[in-house]
């Protein structure tokens, strides 16, 4: 399992490596489904990306800002099932924000909080998938993230065609 932790700081720990998988075409889905032992939300979601075969690729980046465009701190992001085809890697970048950080899902209100952060910069981190040496065919991983205060999760299928 990998996991990055976004701490107080900003700063990420990540205590261990990605191995291999893939994702491709893009789509998703998300289902909100309450967990009764813990009483945390659990969303899911199924994304899906064509890759190049043996090129490090963006499939995904995660984000989390108050409405005052401040950063929210302490929210994990942990790779709970790695790809059989490849490796990723949880890397923290800085971002400027813009149209990619809408989610068309979204509510109006949360829309347009995005877009009145515009044009800031946030670090973010960042899902790179890489292909194994040769390798062109499906492979697939799961992240979960879970928010700060621990009370909801999001766990994110990622389905890869390396072409």
Not at 20 to 45: E, K, M, N, T, Y
Not at 136 to 150: E, H, M, N
Request: aromatic share 8%; charged share 20%.
């Amino acid at each position: 399992m990998i996991l990055a932790v976004v701490g107080r700081e900003g700063e990420i720990s990540m205590p261990g490596r990605a191995v291999p998988s893939i994702a491709g075409a893009i789509c998703c889905l998300a289902l909100a489904i309450p967990s009764s032992a813990q009483q945390v939300q659990v969303q899911r979601a199924i994304i899906s990306q064509f890759v190049e075969r043996s090129q490090r690729t963006e499939v995904w980046f995660y984000h989390a800002f108050d409405q005052n465009c401040g950063l929210i701190r302490g929210f994990n992001v942990a790779i709970d099932r790695p790809p059989n085809h490849g490796s990723v890697s949880l890397d923290k970048v800085e971002r400027v924000i813009d149209e990619s950080f809408i989610n068309t899902r979204d509510s109006f209100e949360n829309i347009q909080r995005v877009r009145g952060c515009f044009g800031r910069k946030m670090p973010v981190i960042v899902l790179h998938y890489t292909g194994r040496q040769g390798y062109s065919g499906f492979d697939d991983l799961q992240t979960v993230v879970t928010s700060a205060d621990r009370l909801s999760q999001r766990v994110i299928e990622f389905r890869i065609g390396v072409q």
